[in-house]
C-alpha cells in the first residue's frame, strides 16, 4: 500500500530531487577535464528509484533523455547480481541500453540504514574510446569492434573504491588515457555527490517518505502527461522520410512511423523501417526511445517533470533488426548523431496530422559534425578539431523557424572564432545565415549558415559525418522545403570540389572549406505570408527579391524598396489560383 | 543648524527609497513611488520629503549616489522605451556573429523557444572588408574610402548610436579606431562605441554582444542623467551625482555615459555592497545576502570579505533555478556582483497545476492589485496572504497606514489553493510557505554549495521588505547558525549606495604561454592600466593617497577555454614564477585536479582602480539591559511556526522600542514600520549596538 504523502513534502522533494540531479551536473562539469564536457557540456544526470525507473533528470542533453532509464534497466539487469553500498556499474555497450561508445554511464546504488532507497546516474561523451579513428566517430566503419573499446556493466568501484585492474582495462584501450581517467573520476565524483544528497534526504525526511515521494512524483507527471495526450485526438498518424546514404553505400534508408493515439496512450509503431545497415548510421533502440520521448514532451509540455511516469503512457514497437533497433555488432557511432534527428523528423512529420499547431516543419536535421586535424607545422605537434554546426529550425504555427541554431536533439555550444585562430592553423572567413535558405511559409523556416575557413597548415585531413545534402527539410501545410545542405572545398587554383556528407579527404594549404548548412522547412502556404515580414526579410538580406516574388507572390519595388501591394494581390491571387488547378 | 550630508537613491521597479546620513550618522530614509516614465521625477520627489526635514538643506548634499533600474528596463523593452536606432560595423563576413551567438536553444525542449530579437536588425549590420589575426597582425588593411562611403551610408540612415566590432580587435584596436575616426568625422554628433575600448577581450561574440547593448545605451542613459542633473539643479542639488555600476562600484555620471552597459543591474548589486560592509563592521568575513521583496529574491555571497563577482552576464535573459538561462539575453561583460534570483516575493501567486501540484510564481501580483488581502481587488493568494493567515504578519503594516483583510486571503487561499488540495485553511498556507522556502533556499545553494563553500560558515544578512520574515526558516534549511537584520529592511540596498567606492575596470588581452613571456612585458602593461586608472581618478578629483590599485590576471592550461582569475602584487618582475604554481592550486581547489605538465597561459590581465571613498559612521544606540523594556512588547499572537495543526502563542516586540543588549528566546516577532522580522523556536535574538537584530540558533 501507499502511503500518502502530503503535498508539502511530495513539491518539497520532486524539487530536492530534480535538483540533486542538476547538482550531479555542476560537480561533473567542474571537476571534468576534457572540453567536450567542461564546455560543450555533453553530459546528464538522473535520479532512479530502486526499480531502476527514472525518478528526475536534469535538463541537459536531449539525446540522453530516456535512453538513461533504459540504460540504467538494462544495465541492472544484465549484470544480475546486487550493486552493494560503494559499488559502482560503469557500461558504453550500445547492446545493453546504450546510444554509442563514447558515451560512458556510470550507476550508483545509494543506501539508507542498509536498505536500498534510489539509483543515481550519469552519462558522460569521451572526446575518445580508441577504434579506428580519433574521436571514435567514424563515417567508414562496418562493425562496432572498429569503433572504440566495448565496456559491458562491469563494476569499475568496489566498496568505496576505483577497481585499479578495470581502469587499466579501459586505459589501454584509450587514445589520451590520462584525460579519460580524469573524466571518469569526475563521473564517479558525480555520483558519490547525488548518493550523498540522496541519503540527507532520506535522513531528514525518512526512507519511506522518501521512496513513496518517489512513486508520488512519477504518478504526478504521468497524470499531466495524460491529461496532455487526451487533448491529442484519437487516430493513427503515418508518415516516413530517409536517411540520404549509409556512410559506406548511396543507398537511401526509410524510417516509418504510425503513431496511434487512443485516450490518454500513445502507440509508436516503426515496422516497415529498413534493416539495419553496414555503415555506422544505425540506432541503437535507446537513441530511438530518446526521439519518441522527446517529441511527446515537446508537443505536449516541455514543463512536465520528466520521469518514468511520462513514459507510462506510451507503448514502442520497433522490429530487431532494423535500423533503429539494430543486432550486434552493427556500428553506431552515426546513430546517436545524424539517424536520431531523421527519426525526430518523422515523428513530427506524423504528429503535424494530429496537433499541426504543436509540431515544427523539418528542421536541419543534421548536427553537421566536422573534425579536422593534422601535424602542426611549427610544433611538429598532432593538432584535431571538432565541432558540430548550426542551421535553420523549422517553421512553426504562429512562429517562424529560428535562423542558425541547434535543432532537436543536440544543442552544443559553438567554439569562438577568435579561440579557434589563436590555437589552430586555420583562418575563419565566413560565419554568416545562407540567404534563402529558410524554406518559404507563412511561418518562414530558419535559413541555414554558411561557416567556411581556409588551412593555413600544409596539409590536414578532413572528416564530415552529416546529412540533408540530397534530400531536403520538408516544409508543413504547403509550407516549400528548406535548403539542402551543401560541403565545398576550393582550392587555390579556384577550382571547386563538392565533397559528400559523409566523407573523410586530405586537405592542403590554401584550400577553403565551405560549409553550408540546411535550412529549415517553412510552415504553412507563403502566399499567405504578410508582405510585410517578407520586406522586412528582403531588407534584412534574408530572402531574395526574387524569391519574394516566385515563393511569396511578393512584388518589391528596388527602387523604392516597398512593397507594391496591387501588383502582390494580383500575382498572389493567379498563382493561388494555379494552385488550386 | 544643517548638516552636511550624503544621499543615496535606489530606483526600484515599485517604491523609489532615499537614504541620507549626516556627519554624525544619523540616517533618514525616504521611501516614494517609482514614475516609470520619467524615474527623475520620483527622485526629485524624493528628495524634496527629505529636505522639508529640518536641517536638511539643499546646500549641505556632498554627494548624490544613485542606482537606476533605466538601463535594464530599456533592454527588457518596459514602459514603451523605444531602443535608439543602432548600428554595428564588423569585418566582412561575419555580420550575423552576434545574433548566432553560441548556437544554443535556452528551453531544449522548447520547439516554440524565441531568440532574444537582435538589437541591431541585419540591414543595420554592415561589413567592412579588413582582417586583423589572432595574434594582431594586420592580414588584410582597411580601405579608407570604403569607409568614408558607409559612414555616409550611416549619416544618411539617421542612426543614432554605432557599435564596431571587429574580429581579432582585442589584440589590435588599429582598424576600429580606424573606422570609429571615420565615422565621427561625417558625424560628429553620434554615439559610438568601439569593442576593443569596451571589452578588450576574445571571443568575438560575448565581445560584440557588449559593444552592441552598450551603444544601445548611450543615449537613453545620456538623456536620463541630463534630466536628472538638471531636475536636481532645480531645487538647489548641485552636489556631484554619482552612479552604481554591476560591480558595486560608483562611477561620476558623466562618465557612465561612455560605459553605460556597465550598470544594468546597478539596483541588485548595492544590496551586497551593503551586506559587505556590514560583514566589515561586526567582523565577519563570510556572508550570504538575502534579499526578498515583492516580486522576487535574491541571493549573493560574500567571500573573505569581498562579494563574489563574475565576469559576463546576460541582461534580458530569462532565468531557471536562480540562474540566468544561457542563451536567452544579451551577455554583456564586465564585472557583476553574482546574484541568484527566483521570482518569489511577498506577492508571488500561489496556484494548482492539472496534475494537481501547488507551484508558487512566476507571477507575481505585483504592487497592483497585490495581494489578497491588501483589498485591492486581486483574488490570488500570495506569500503575503499565508504569512497573514499563519499569523506570522500583523494585520496592520506600514505603521498603521496600510490594514490588511484576513478574510480575504482565507477566501482566496481556500478557492485557490485548499479545496483543489483537500487541505485545511492552516495546512494550505502553511504548504505555500514551505514551497516558497524550498526555492528560496535554492538560490542560498546557488552561491554557496555550488561554489563550493559551506553555507554552515556564513552569516546571513536577510534584508527587503520580505526578508526577515523567511530568514530564520531558510537559515535552517542550511545550517547557517547566524542571522543579521539591519536596522530598515526595506532601505538596505540604497544603504549600499552610501559606502561604495568610486571603481574602474581596466583589461589588456595577451593571450600567452606564460613560461614564454617576458615579465617585464607585462609589469608594463599593468603599469599603462595603472596608470590610466590614476589618470582618470585624477581627473574626478581623486589625490593619490584616496586611491587603490589591484591588479590579477585570468589564466588557463593551453587548449581550455575558460580561465580562472588570480590577484597578483606589484611588480609583476617577482611574480612571474610563481604565478604558475598558484595557478596549479587555484585550478586544483575549484575543480578537483591540476595538470602540472600541462603550459599555462597568460589570457587577460585586470587593474582595478578604486577611488576611495570615506565611509559614514554608523552610530551607537544608548544600551539597555539583557530584558527588553516593558513597553516594547506589543502583545501575543498565535502564529503557526511548527505546523498547520496547532499554533504557537508568541510575544511580539516593536522595534523601534527594543535597545542594544536586549535579548529574547524565540520564538517571537519583531514588527517595525517597513518590515517583520520572524523567531522560530530554538533561535534567540539580540540587539547590537548599532540597532541591528542579530539571531543566533541555540
Known amino acids: 500500500m501507499r502511503s500518502r504523502v502530503s503535498p508539502l513534502t511530495l513539491e518539497v522533494l520532486r524539487g530536492a530531487l530534480t535538483y540533486t540531479a542538476e547538482e550531479m551536473g555542476i560537480s561533473l562539469r567542474k571537476s571534468a577535464y576534457s572540453p567536450n564536457i567542461k564546455e560543450r557540456m555533453d553530459y546528464s544526470c538522473a535520479i532512479f528509484d530502486r526499480e531502476g525507473r527514472l525518478v528526475a533528470q536534469a535538463e541537459h542533453i536531449p539525446v540522453h533523455l530516456g535512453s538513461m532509464a533504459y540504460t540504467v534497466k538494462m544495465c541492472l539487469e544484465r549484470f544480475g547480481e546486487t550493486l552493494h553500498e560503494g559499488d559502482m556499474l560503469i557500461s558504453n555497450d550500445p547492446y545493453i541500453g546504450g546510444t554509442h561508445l563514447p558515451d560512458i554511464t556510470l550507476i550508483a546504488p545509494a543506501y539508507h540504514g542498509g536498505r536500498l532507497v534510489a539509483y543515481v546516474a550519469n552519462r558522460a561523451h569521451h572526446s575518445d574510446v580508441g577504434g579506428r579513428a580519433p574521436g571514435s566517430l567514424a563515417g567508414d566503419v562496418t562493425e562496432l569492434f572498429q569503433e572504440g573499446i566495448i565496456i559491458p556493466p562491469v563494476r569499475l568501484v568496489k566498496g568505496g573504491a576505483i577497481d585499479r585492474e578495470i581502469a587499466e582495462l579501459i586505459m589501454s584501450n584509450v587514445r589520451t588515457p590520462n584525460v579519460r581517467m580524469g573524466d571518469l573520476r569526475a563521473q564517479v565524483a558525480a555520483n558519490n555527490l547525488g548518493v550523498r544528497r540522496i541519503i540527507e534526504l532520506a535522513d531528514r525526511y525518512g526512507a519511506e517518505t522518501l521512496t513513496s515521494a518517489m512513486d508520488a512524483v512519477m504518478d504526478y507527471s504521468e497524470r499531466r502527461i495524460r491529461a496532455e495526450i487526451d487533448k491529442i485526438p484519437d487516430g493513427v498518424y503515418e508518415a516516413e522520410d530517409y536517411l540520404e546514404d549509409t556512410g559506406i553505400d548511396e543507398k537511401p534508408v526509410k524510417i516509418r512511423v504510425k503513431v496511434e493515439v487512443k485516450g490518454s496512450n500513445i502507440k509508436f509503431d516503426y515496422t516497415g523501417t529498413d534493416g539495419q545497415v553496414d555503415g555506422p548510421v544505425n540506432a541503437p533502440v535507446g537513441v530511438t526511445i530518446s526521439g519518441v520521448y522527446f517529441v511527446l514532451i515537446s508537443i505536449t509540455d516541455p514543463t512536465i517533470p520528466i520521469n518514468d511516469g511520462c513514459f507510462r503512457p506510451v507503448k514502442l514497437i520497433v522490429p530487431e533488426g532494423c535500423i533503429l533497433n539494430p543486432k550486434r555488432p552493427a556500428p553506431v557511432a552515426g546513430g546517436n548523431v545524424e539517424t536520431s534527428q531523421r527519426n525526430v523528423d518523422v515523428l513530427f512529420k506524423a504528429l503535424a496530422k494530429a496537433v499541426p499547431r504543436r509540431v515544427c516543419a523539418a528542421g536541419q536535421g543534421t548536427m553537421n559534425n566536422i573534425c579536422v586535424g593534422g601535424l602542426d607545422p611549427d610544433t611538429g605537434k598532432p593538432w584535431t578539431f571538432y565541432e558540430t554546426v548550426a542551421g535553420g529550425f523549422g517553421g512553426r504555427y504562429g512562429m517562424d523557424g529560428v535562423d542558425g541554431v541547434h535543432v532537436h536533439m543536440t544543442n552544443t555550444m559553438n567554439t569562438p572564432i577568435e579561440a579557434i585562430e589563436a590555437s589552430y592553423p586555420i583562418r575563419f572567413l565566413t560565419y554568416k545565415f545562407r540567404a534563402d535558405s529558410g524554406g518559404p511559409g507563412r511561418w518562414r523556416g530558419g535559413c541555414g549558415v554558411e561557416r567556411s575557413w581556409v588551412l593555413l597548415a600544409p596539409s590536414a585531413t578532413l572528416s564530415i559525418f552529416a546529412e540533408r545534402t540530397k534530400i531536403s527539410p520538408w516544409g508543413l501545410f504547403g509550407g516549400k522545403p528548406g535548403a539542402k545542405g551543401e560541403y565545398l572545398i576550393r582550392k587555390a587554383d579556384g577550382k571547386t570540389i563538392k565533397l559528400r556528407s559523409k566523407c573523410v579527404v586530405k586537405i592542403e594549404r590554401g584550400d577553403i572549406l565551405i560549409v553550408k548548412t540546411p535550412g529549415g522547412g517553412g510552415y504553412g502556404n507563403p502566399l499567405l505570408r504578410d508582405p510585410n515580414l517578407v520586406l522586412k526579410d528582403v531588407l534584412d538580406g534574408l530572402v531574395s527579391l526574387e524569391s519574394a516574388r516566385r515563393d511569396y507572390g511578393v512584388v518589391i519595388d528596388p527602387k523604392d524598396m516597398k512593397v507594391n501591394l496591387e501588383e502582390t494581390e494580383r500575382l498572389r491571387r493567379s498563382m493561388l489560383e494555379r494552385t488550386a488547378e | ?698
Open chain 2, 1 to 698: 543648524m544643517s548638516y552636511m550630508f550624503r544621499v543615496g537613491v535606489d530606483v526600484g521597479g515599485t517604491f523609489t527609497d532615499l537614504i541620507a546620513i549626516d556627519e554624525d550618522g544619523n540616517l533618514v530614509c525616504v521611501k516614494v513611488p517609482t514614475t516609470p516614465r520619467a524615474p527623475e521625477l520620483g527622485v526629485v520627489e524624493a528628495f524634496k520629503r527629505l529636505l522639508s526635514i529640518e536641517g536638511f538643506e539643499a546646500s549641505g548634499a556632498s554627494m548624490v549616489s544613485h542606482a537606476t533600474t533605466v538601463a535594464t528596463n530599456a533592454l527588457f523593452g518596459q514602459f514603451g522605451l523605444e531602443l535608439p536606432k543602432t548600428a554595428l560595423i564588423t569585418t566582412k563576413g561575419f555580420r550575423d556573429v552576434v545574433e548566432i551567438g553560441r548556437q544554443r536553444r535556452p528551453e531544449p525542449y522548447n520547439i516554440f523557444f524565441k531568440r532574444p530579437k537582435p538589437l541591431v536588425p541585419r540591414r543595420l549590420r554592415y561589413e567592412v572588408d579588413e582582417k586583423v589575426g589572432p595574434r594582431g597582425e594586420v592580414i588584410k588593411p582597411i580601405n579608407p574610402d570604403e569607409v568614408r562611403a558607409l559612414a555616409e551610408r550611416i549619416r544618411a540612415e539617421g542612426v543614432e548610436a554605432v557599435a564596431i566590432g571587429l574580429i581579432n580587435s582585442y589584440m589590435n584596436p588599429k582598424h576600429e579606431l580606424e573606422i570609429k575616426r571615420l565615422i565621427v568625422e561625417a558625424s560628429p554628433n553620434i554615439f559610438i562605441s568601439a569593442s576593443s575600448e569596451v571589452s578588450p577581450e576574445y571571443r568575438e561574440y560575448e565581445r560584440i554582444s557588449t559593444t552592441v547593448v552598450n551603444a544601445v545605451l548611450m543615449p537613453i542613459v545620456q538623456r536620463y542623467v541630463e534630466n536628472l542633473i538638471e531636475a536636481l539643479g532645480k531645487i538647489g542639488i548641485n552636489a556631484p551625482l554619482y552612479i552604481m555600476q554591476s560591480s558595486g562600484g560608483l562611477v561620476p555620471a558623466r562618465d557612465i555615459t561612455s560605459k553605460p552597459a556597465s550598470m544594468v543591474e546597478s539596483g541588485p548589486a548595492s544590496g551586497v555592497v551593503a551586506s559587505t560592509f556590514y560583514g566589515s563592521l561586526l567582523g565577519e568575513r563570510s556572508i550570504m545576502s538575502f534579499d526578498m521583496g515583492g516580486t522576487t529574491a535574491k541571493a549573493g555571497a560574500v567571500i573573505d570579505g569581498r562579494p563574489e563577482t563574475v565576469m559576463e552576464y546576460e541582461v534580458g535573459g530569462s532565468i531557471h533555478k536562480g540562474r540566468v538561462v544561457k542563451g536567452s539575453g544579451y551577455p554583456v561583460r564586465f564585472p557583476f556582483i553574482d546574484l541568484a534570483e527566483c521570482g518569489a516575493g511577498g506577492g508571488t501567486i500561489a496556484w494548482v497545476d492539472e496534475g494537481g501540484s501547488l507551484r508558487i510564481g512566476p507571477v507575481s501580483a505585483g504592487a497592483e492589485p497585490g495581494p489578497a488581502c491588501y483589498g485591492m481587488g486581486g483574488v490570488n493568494p500570495t506569500i503575503t496572504d499565508a504569512n497573514l493567515i499563519l499569523g506570522r504578519l500583523p494585520d496592520t503594516i506600514l505603521g498603521g497606514r496600510m490594514r490588511l483583510n484576513p478574510k480575504l486571503a482565507e477566501k482566496a487561499i481556500t478557492e485557490k489553493v485548499a479545496e483543489k488540495l483537500g487541505l485545511s485553511l492552516h495546512e494550505a498556507a502553511y504548504t505555500i510557505i514551505e514551497v516558497a522556502n524550498s526555492i528560496m533556499a535554492k538560490i542560498l545553494r546557488v552561491v554557496s554549495v555550488e561554489r563550493g563553500h559551506d553555507p554552515r560558515g556564513f552569516t546571513m544578512i536577510a534584508f527587503g521588505g520580505a526578508g526577515p520574515m523567511h530568514a530564520c526558516a531558510l537559515a535552517d534549511d542550511l545550517g547557517i547558525s547566524k542571522i543579521l537584520i539591519p536596522v530598515s529592511p526595506g532601505l538596505f540596498s540604497a544603504l549600499g549606495l552610501l559606502i561604495s567606492d568610486v571603481r574602474h575596470d581596466l583589461v589588456k588581452a595577451f593571450m600567452e604561454e606564460i613560461s614564454l613571456l617576458e615579465p617585464e612585458k607585462v609589469e608594463s602593461a599593468f603599469k599603462a592600466l595603472e596608470a590610466r586608472g590614476l589618470e582618470v581618478l585624477r581627473g574626478e578629483g581623486f589625490t593619490e593617497e584616496n586611491v587603490a590599485l589591484i591588479r590579477c590576471v585570468e589564466a588557463r592550461y593551453v587548449g581550455q577555454s575558460y580561465e580562472i582569475m588570480i590577484p597578483v602584487e606589484a611588480p609583476f618582475t617577482d611574480e612571474a614564477d610563481e604565478l604558475v604554481g598558484r595557478f596549479h592550486e587555484r585550478h586544483e581547489a575549484l575543480y578537483g585536479f591540476m595538470a602540472e605538465e600541462e603550459p599555462v597561459e597568460l589570457v587577460n590581465i585586470r587593474v582595478t582602480a578604486l577611488g576611495l571613498i570615506e565611509r559614514p559612521k554608523l552610530r551607537r544606540l544608548k544600551p539597555g539591559g539583557p530584558k527588553p523594556p516593558a513597553r516594547s512588547l506589543k502583545g501575543l499572537r498565535d502564529v503557526y511556526l511548527e505546523g498547520p495543526e496547532s499554533p504557537i502563542e508568541c510575544p511580539v516586540y516593536i522595534r523601534e522600542r527594543l535597545k542594544p543588549g536586549n535579548t529574547v528566546d524565540g520564538p517571537l516577532i519583531v514588527e517595525q514600520y517597513d518590515s517583520t522580522t520572524l523567531v522560530h523556536p530554538g533561535w534567540s535574538l539580540t540587539v547590537d549596538p548599532y540597532g541591528n537584530l542579530v539571531i543566533y540558533r541555540g
